[in-house]
């Protein structure tokens, strides 16, 4: 028998580690029927997971408040999302722990019966940005399509309720941008597909203070600009302000801090991405050898 590849990524599913491409869940779970599940992301970067103590704690609290129970504790989640890393080999790369809410009894359409299970993957590292992007920074566009109220899905329980991520994301596609940001019933932004957004002003940061998932990477931005010195506004972000702030960037797991040089037709700065993003892009990947923030992967063991 051949050796199972891991190359391309390694899944933890019902107890059973496998290769990517094997990892499947049963059709009738509700994760997939009902986008009844949470998640989270962590990476990893030169062979050490960033603040996993954060994505963990965030883990277990959305599953809380989605009446979700993985099964397993901080230390044991830790312990298959590192299985998973190792047998990847991967030194760079993007960690996914999920838990559904699985199937009830054959015919029950009651939540509180049915088997909660949890899943992890790790695969390659993925970017939001590709390097070009990254370099010259993002084009976005500011959707009409309005984030789900927080009042029906809070949005500091990371969930798939994507649906109007997705579309926003379409549309500004469609209209040559690269990604999109979402507003609420006043037309402040909130969030984009997968990332917080922040603009700058006369030096201030400001990012929205409600309406969005309270991001790993904003909560490092709002750290690295207290250490810097940088003042931040946390509070509703009219979409028209973004529009004519000095910067702009995204904040995302997938990639850290990311500049927006284009708003709409409006160019941000003078079209390149500016000094204040470029000192916290730098800052946040000198965090990554802080022990206080890293957590290095034996994968020897
Ligand atoms: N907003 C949404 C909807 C997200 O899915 C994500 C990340 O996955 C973020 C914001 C950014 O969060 P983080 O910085 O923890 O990756």
């Not at 979700?68 to 989640?77: E, H, V």
Request: net charge negative.
């Amino acid at each position: 028998m051949t050796e199972p590849d891991f190359s391309k990524g390694a899944a933890y599913v019902r107890g059973q580690y496998m290769p990517i491409a094997e990892a499947a869940i049963p059709i009738t779970d509700w994760g997939f029927l009902r986008s009844d599940a949470t998640y989270d992301v962590v990476t990893v970067w030169n062979g050490a997971f960033f603040r996993l103590d954060a994505h963990l704690e965030r883990f277990l609290r959305s599953c809380r408040r989605w009446r979700l129970d993985p099964g397993l504790t901080p230390d044991q989640i830790a312990a298959v999302l590192t299985q998973c890393v190792r047998l990847s080999g991967l030194r760079a790369s993007y960690v996914e722990m999920i838990c559904t809410r699985g199937q009830p009894p054959w015919g029950s359409r009651d939540p509180r019966q049915a088997v909660n299970q949890f899943y992890a993957f790790a695969v390659p590292y993925v970017w939001i940005a590709n390097a070009e992007q990254r370099e010259e920074g993002l084009h976005l566009a500011i959707s009409d399509v309005q984030r789900i109220p927080a009042v029906s899905v809070d949005p500091t329980a990371k969930n798939y309720h994507w649906n109007d991520l997705t579309m926003g994301l379409l549309g500004a596609l469609d209209a040559g941008a690269d990604s999109v940001l979402l507003v609420d019933a006043s037309d402040h932004v909130v969030e984009g597909p997968g990332f917080n957004v922040f603009c700058i002003g006369h030096g201030t940061l400001v990012t929205p203070a409600e309406g969005m998932l309270e991001g790993i990477t904003r909560r490092t931005v709002v750290e690295m600009a207290h250490r810097l010195g940088l003042p931040v506004e946390i509070r509703a972000l009219p979409a028209d302000e973004l529009r004519r702030a000095q910067e702009v960037f995204i904040s995302t797991s997938g990639g850290g801090v990311l500049p927006v040089t284009r708003v709409d037709q409006q160019t941000i700065g003078d079209g390149r991405p500016g000094p204040i993003t470029r000192r916290l892009v730098q800052t946040y990947w000198d965090w990554h050898t802080d022990p206080a923030y890293s957590v290095p992967i034996d994968y020897a063991a």
